[in-house]
């Protein structure tokens, strides 16, 4: 590891060629990218099969409404794998290009980006939910206005739970 050109971070350093850093950059983009995309991709496809299968046997007058959440999952998860390739892809790149042709060949502020990006795919996914998810959202709003006067929101139906628990209750 060494500083960034920024001197912010520390990263990997890319000046390296021989064979411990190429192996250990071949095994990190295994394990850092391939493997969670794989999992992600598996996972999430997973989710939204069993939402369907499960929204197929629910009765007429449920169909509508469970297809509407069957959607807004499945196109949450979309958006979640294209946020993972967005920000973590970059870096990938950078990661192979160093192994497969001589690290001095990558421009400085290219070794910027890619970082830059997988680090910031830590706030990508609390957004992604929090605008993909309405009864997520409404619970988020209601945890941070607690304190706010007059914040209505509508109630929450718990899972597994035949209870409504109120998101909010109005602050006086």
Not at 31 to 49: K, Q, S, W
């Amino acid at each position: 590891y060494g500083m960034e050109p920024s001197v912010t971070t520390c990263t990997i350093d890319w000046q390296h060629n021989d064979s411990n850093y190429k192996s250990f950059i071949l095994v990190y983009f295994v394990l850092g990218f391939m493997v969670p995309l794989v999992i992600i991709t598996v996972c999430y496809f997973a989710i939204a099969r069993r939402i369907r299968k499960n929204t197929v046997s629910k009765q007429r007058g449920v169909v509508h409404d469970q297809w509407t959440n069957e959607r807004s999952i499945t196109v949450m998860s979309f958006v979640l794998i294209i946020a993972f390739l967005i920000a973590w892809t970059p870096y990938a790149v950078l990661c192979l290009w160093t192994i497969f042709d001589n690290p001095n060949t990558v421009p400085a502020f290219l070794t910027l980006i890619p970082p830059l990006f997988a680090k910031a795919s830590t706030v990508f996914n609390p957004f992604i939910y929090f605008f993909s998810n309405p009864k997520l959202r409404a619970g988020i709003l209601a945890t941070l206005c607690c304190c706010c006067k007059d914040v209505h929101v509508e109630s929450i139906e718990m899972p597994n739970s035949p209870e409504r628990v109120p998101a909010n209750t109005d602050a006086t």
